[in-house]
């Protein structure tokens, strides 16, 4: 399962697909000060990417592929 | 829908268009002011291309197009035809078909195609001219537009950073529906080849959290690479016009193959230029909508359909003034949203085409324009759910004729042949019935219905033969080609005329021909045609002429060769064959001239000074007579020196039912082909005379050696003699003379479907094959000539 969803925080686990864009979004609106926990996670789809970028929730841990990362940093830039 | 036969189609029918294109090549360069030749051709390649492109074949499409090109200037005038130009062309379709044989065993093309793709294509598009006139790429096409001159607004308001030269930056903003797509993009950017950077391009305003929609893609990238045009093209198929691309110029004195030639240069075309993309647009809507009338079933193909239109429609918009613009955005939205089936695109594309497609009105619905070829012709009130038949069936506009896979003919050709034998058990049956239980009634019976199949039978034999018959033709078409190439290789000028290509015979003759008439053309034009100094010296023409002509004469066709070439020399041929111990010197001098000349059918024979890698050692005039043996034909030849060779070849229209004569030795029985048998006889055993291992008795005056056919085949038994102590002799001819072959018995005559001898049995001489008897018995039928 990529998505874990806990009373505070959220949990992407492995690959994150197009549906957990969808998941995490809803778990975003019922829990606007809710945490997304990155520190399992290897990639996700551009739509769950957009997601976190258009919400800005807070963040936990870094996603262990460093591309990810980057992306969700200041620059969004991977060189 | 079935995609392996929809391949199938594709193969079969591409296969077609490259024969079709490399006959007219050759044609074009007979009559380069032909125009109808031309544009036939350009037809032909443009069909194979629109093929091409709904299977992205992305490599073999790019040859095409190349091709096709090329082939447009050359119609519009701009370039002239030249040999040249022919050279290129040929061996870009002799690329396309290693493509196509590649995706015929493998399915689809892989990476290893992509740079012999590129060099022929690029090679095509050397030839032509870069000019004003240059036509646009067409909207279909995989190249990504980049522009040459002004830096784009969105390249200048980035970092300098951003510009390097020699690097490739791109802008990629997939579209907002593409996740429905099932696309990726974040995947794709990051998949970008050559990928040195990489940046998110976010909007200004994401929107309320409550209102934002995950799926609707506002993600954009910037992407900074060093890999080439081709692998960008490549990389971004799916959707280059999502991608704006730039790469700063190299600075003056560095080559400018960094862009690929066929990327789309103006900025702002010129009115004739646009009209172009808009014909071409057109015809391709039309090609379309006809591929997908003839597969309208299955979501596939109208998945396929939409994004192509989609594409055409996106082609041209840049292009567009604002209005049309909208009008055109308004058509893609209204095609994204339609239900994925073939009848619903179909539907929308035909009145779409009148308002999307402005300029020359378009017949959407109706059949073939003038441009298209007879792939895209479809009566206009064929129901586009009809059914379309059975992979192998294709019907061509116009002439009734199916396309049907020769395996399918050569089983019924088997079962025919099977009942032909089957019914000849029932004049058996007949018998038992009369002499074993006494029915004469039935036995009457049996014999008149036997009588009915037997016609019938009979009907249906001589039905599937005619059906195997071919046109000699279809061997006929190599041999432009071969001619054209061989003759320029070896510096000689060729004239290849051919005559009576509708002449039919036997598939399996026509298949067995091929070499055998390969090999004795390529000896004209080896050894037999001069060089045109040579010629001219001899006060010949320059040009040499090579005839090849078929005919049918009665139950034969025959197949004259002839060349004015410079003959065979029959002292060279004498010294030769004297050399090479085939034939003892005072024989060989006893020889005629016209005899000495057939020295060069005997084994092991080669007089070409140089041996030459086209026909020289290995390959003889022996191995072409043994081939049109094997077929019951026969190969004369007739030569005069300092003028001209001629050879005939004579085959058996049908390979159908033989005539043999059943014969007994040593307990086995045999067939032997009653065209050649002279007579049977009995011979007394007095009448042999024995000279050492040979024996010979004398028959009207003529002494004719025997051999008998238990030593022949090593039988266990002696040949018996009959109550008279005579033994029975089948006498043959072979040849000009005449042979004994010594029997047990004679067992009369039948008709027999002679099948030669496959597989592990195949090697085996002495036999010209089986066949199967009425009683279910296999009889071996001799060939008495690869015995003797």
Known sequence: MPVRALKTVIKLEGHADAEAAETVLTWLRQHPAGVVDLSRCEGMHTALLQTLLALRPTLRGQPSEPGLAALLGPNQEIT | MNTSEVLDQFILEARDCLDAVGQRLLDIERNPQDTTLLNDLFRTVHTLKGNCGLFEFTA???????????????????????????????????????????????????????????????????????????????????????????????????????????????????????????????ALARQTPGLRRLRLLTPADWGRPESFDCYDCRLGFLILSDADDAALDHHFRYVPE???????????????????????????????????????????????????????????????????????????????????????????????????????????ARQAADSALTATPVDGPTPATSTSSATAGRPADRDPHADDDSSTGAERQGARSLRVAQDKIDRLVDLIGEMVVAKNALPYLAQRAEQHFGQRELAREIKNQYAVINRIAEDMQHAIMQVRMMPVGTVFQRFGRLVRDLSRRLGKEVELRVEGEDTEADKNVIESLADPLIHVLRNSLDHGLETPAVRIAAGKPATGCLQVRARQEGDRVLLDIEDDGAGIDPDRVRRKAVERGLIPADRAHALSDADAVQLVFLPGFSTAEQVSDLSGRGVGLDVVRAAVERVNGSVSLRSQRGRGTQIQLSLPLSMAITHVMMIRAGGCRFGVPMDLVLETVRVAADEIHHFKQAMTTVLRGRIVPLRALHSLLALEEEPRRNAEGEHAVLVLRLGQEAIGLIVDEFEGTNDIILRPLEGVLGGLRGFAGSALMGDGSVLMVLNPKEML
């Not at chain 2, 004195?253 to 103006?266: K, L």
């Open chain 2, 60 to 186: 073999l499409e790019r040859v095409v197009h190349a091709g096709e090109d090329l082939l447009e200037q050359v119609r519009s005038g701009q370039v002239q035809y030249s040999g040249e130009i022919a050279d290129a062309l040929l061996a870009a379709m002799d690329l396309s078909g290693e493509l196509i044989d590649a995706i015929a065993t493998h399915g689809q093309l892989g990476p290893a195609h992509d740079a012999p793709a590129l060099a022929a294509a690029s090679a095509l598009r050397r030839l032509i001219p870069a000019g004003p006139g240059a036509a646009a790429a067409s909207a279909a096409s995989a190249a990504l537009p980049a522009t040459a001159s002004a830096l784009p607004d969105w390249v200048q308001a980035l970092p300098g950073s951003w510009q390097a030269p020699g690097l490739c930056l791109i802008r990629y903003q997939p579209e907002p529906t593409c996740f429905f797509k099932g696309e990726d993009p974040l």
């Open chain 2, 242 to 348: 999502q991608c704006d691309r730039f790469r700063p110029p190299r600075p003056a004195g560095v080559d400018a193959a960094a862009r690929p030639p066929g990327d789309e240069t103006p900025s702002d075309p010129a009115p004739a230029a646009l009209a172009r993309l808009r014909r071409r647009q057109q015809q391709l809507w039309t090609e379309q909508l006809s591929l997908l009338e003839r597969h309208p079933g299955g979501s596939s193909s109208a998945q396929a359909a939409r994004q192509v239109l989609d594409r055409l429609l996106a082609g041209l918009e840049p292009w567009l003034p604002a209005p049309e613009r909208t009008a055109v955005a308004a058509q893609r939205a209204a095609l994204a949203a339609l239900p994925l089936s073939g009848s619903a695109v179909i539907d929308w």
